[in-house]
């Protein structure tokens, strides 16, 4: 599972079609998602933990926090 989150890291980071501000409004969107469930008391999927990780990751490997 860990190697398909970089190779999926690794392919966003790069891809010139994807702003950061499409990087920044994603992950805004995911973390509200699960801010929701959560106060839902639901269990949160699994791949929006994943989803998560994989564009804050690419977020930082292009420089931003």
Do not use: C
Not at 1 to 9: A, N, P
Not at 13 to 28: G, N, Q, V
């Amino acid at each position: 599972m860990k190697t398909d989150i970089k190779v999926e890291v690794e392919r966003l980071a790069a891809d010139p079609r994807i702003t950061d501000y499409d990087f920044w409004r994603s992950l805004k969107n995911v973390n509200n998602e699960i801010f929701h469930i959560a106060n839902n008391n639901e269990p949160i999927p699994f791949d929006m933990i994943r989803w998560r990780a994989i564009l804050k990751q690419a977020r930082m490997r292009r420089g931003h926090a």
